[in-house]
């Protein structure tokens, strides 16, 4: 460890003071499973400890520069002049981290962390609640004489409000889940940024509108298993991932495909592609269509389309050229003049056998509807009017691109604020547009939308899109997996075809319709 990069917090502790460079600090923190520190660093905590200096570890480190060390051991052992814990919890806190400057008053809920850095002119305080579902509530008490407001997501400035407390400050907040607060404490009283209190007495603004729902692009789905044919091996019902694994197994790798399970491509995968001409496979991927409707729209999407022959039915297809979608490795082909009711086949063939020819999901896209069927899905007419509510529910549950939901206001001669609120909705982020003009985006809670600058007296066009995520398309969507970051093994151990109602998919969508406030 680095001088450098010894963690620090300004305590209460006056008594000493380590100077590093152009920083002193009056309390050093050795964090947990620390276990080697360089000789520059160990002689100037010796040093800082030797004048009085205030050490707290949660660590005991036992080696320098990676060697074990007498010395060391000993200067640990000073337990009157070093404090060694084992956790950090409240009493921890209040014993060696509480600071007469700044304390935390009536904290409830969330889970709120903060940092603090001490300027010339005044404290730049950042609060965080890193709860996902719980607001966090309480105020702050700090020394200075103002506050103000840098609003991270506007970059707006403002007065923060304040009220004063025995020669400090006491700031209020109430901070959303996964919300953040970022203030300036000046050292005295700034020009031009007085706190304005919001009153909270929000109206809802009526409309006689209808709100129209449009959808903004063509619906999507995933066809993820596949039987495949290699020699005179056959397999039915194969998850794409697996169908993969087998068919290079089949030709020589022992571990299956090599894409997902080594690093060093050349030699190894790459310099392998020498496959004979009678080698090879096809991969045949089945959908159902439950009715006739108008087929033109519909494309199918061949990941990297260059090393298949593709069929539809039994006839063959090329890709649209110098098209492709998601990616320019997905080809795009016109297939809706030989699609026909009910089952449907397109055929993947390699021969000879390609060592980039790895299985993956074919894609439809186009104007239609998806539904659950006893296995995977099937297809059917779009839906004309769509509601509130979640996409999946309505034919879309792979659809992952935005959803327009408008509605016109008459406002004859707007005054006030005016604010956007969307209810209760579920997406990745929702944009707000008035009369074209883009307002800000609904990303965290509270939820509201500033749109006061963009309203004119009479007719407003007023669009809430709700954008979705590539989850509910690329999945992983089997075995019940949690929320977060995703990798190969999530795709592992698909056993069967399971009904579309036991794919895992998120519901998004607007749950209600948005409205429109106004404030004084």
Not at 179 to 206: C, E, Q, R, W, Y
Not at 358 to 370: A, H, K, N, R, T
């Amino acid at each position: 460890m680095g001088s450098e990069n010894i963690i620090k917090n300004l305590g209460s502790v006056k008594s000493s003071k380590l100077v590093i460079g152009h920083r002193t600090y009056s309390l050093v923190v050795i964090p947990p499973m620390m276990e080697n520190l360089n000789r520059a660093t160990f002689r100037i905590l010796k040093k800082y400890v030797l004048n009085g200096g205030k050490l707290v570890a949660f660590s005991v480190p036992t080696l320098i520069d990676g060697s074990v060390n007498d010395e060391l051991t000993a200067f640990f052992s000073q337990t009157d002049k070093i404090s060694v814990e084992k956790v950090l919890n409240r009493e921890i806190i209040k014993t060696h981290f509480s600071n007469p400057e700044m304390s935390f008053i009536n904290v409830s809920g969330g889970d709120i962390y903060h940092h603090r850095r001490v300027l010339a002119d005044g404290q730049l305080v950042f609060l965080a609640n890193s709860s996902l579902v719980e607001p966090t509530t309480g105020s702050v008490k700090i020394k200075g004489a103002a506050s103000i407001e840098f609003n991270t997501l506007s970059g707006e400035i403002s007065g923060y409000p304040y009220t004063e407390d025995g020669g400090q400050i006491r700031l209020s907040f109430n901070i959303p889940p996964a919300g953040s607060l970022l203030v300036f404490v000046s050292s005295a009283k700034p020009d031009g940024f007085s706190a304005t209190t919001p009153t909270g007495n929000f109206v809802t603004i009526a409309t006689d509108s209808h709100m129209k729902i449009i959808r903004d692009e063509n619906n999507a789905y995933p066809i993820e298993f596949c039987d495949i044919i290699a020699g005179d091996i056959t397999a039915e019902d194969l998850n794409t991932f697996d169908a993969a694994d087998k068919v290079y197994k089949i030709h020589g790798f022992i571990n299956g495909n090599p894409w997902n399970t080594s690093v060093q491509f050349k030699t190894n995968i790459i310099d392998r592609d020498t496959f004979r001409t009678i080698s090879g496979f096809k991969a045949i991927y089945h959908f159902n269509v439950k009715e006739v409707f108008d087929f033109s729209s519909v494309m199918a999407v061949v990941e990297r389309p260059h090393l298949w022959k593709v069929d539809v039915n039994g006839s063959e297809v090329t890709p649209e050229e110098d098209r492709w979608w998601l990616d320019r490795s997905f080809g795009v082909f016109r297939i809706g003049t030989l699609i026909r009711k009910g089952e449907n086949t397109i055929t993947l063939s390699a021969h000879p056998m390609k060592v980039h020819a790895e299985i993956e999901p074919v894609y439809l896209i186009g104007d239609f509807s998806v539904r659950p069927a006893v296995k995977g899905w099937f297809l059917e007419a779009p839906v004309n009017n769509l509601t509130t509510g979640s996409w999946k529910d309505q034919g879309l549950p792979f659809y992952s691109w935005g959803i327009t939901y408008r509605k016109e206001y008459n406002i004859e001669k707007p005054e006030g604020k005016y604010f956007i609120a969307p209810g209760k909705w579920n997406g990745t982020v929702a944009e707000v547009s008035v009369n074209g003009m883009k307002a800000p985006l609904l990303a965290f809670p509270p939820y509201r939308s500033d749109i006061t600058d963009l309203l004119r007296p009479g007719v407003n066009i007023i669009d809430v899109k709700v954008i979705g995520s590539l989850k509910n398309l690329l999945g992983p969507h089997f075995n019940n997996p949690a929320p977060g970051l995703t990798g190969p093994w999530h795709w592992r151990n698909v056993k069967s075809y399971p009904p579309g109602n036991e794919y895992q998919l998120l519901d998004y969508g607007l749950m209600e319709e948005f409205v429109l406030m106004q404030t004084n």
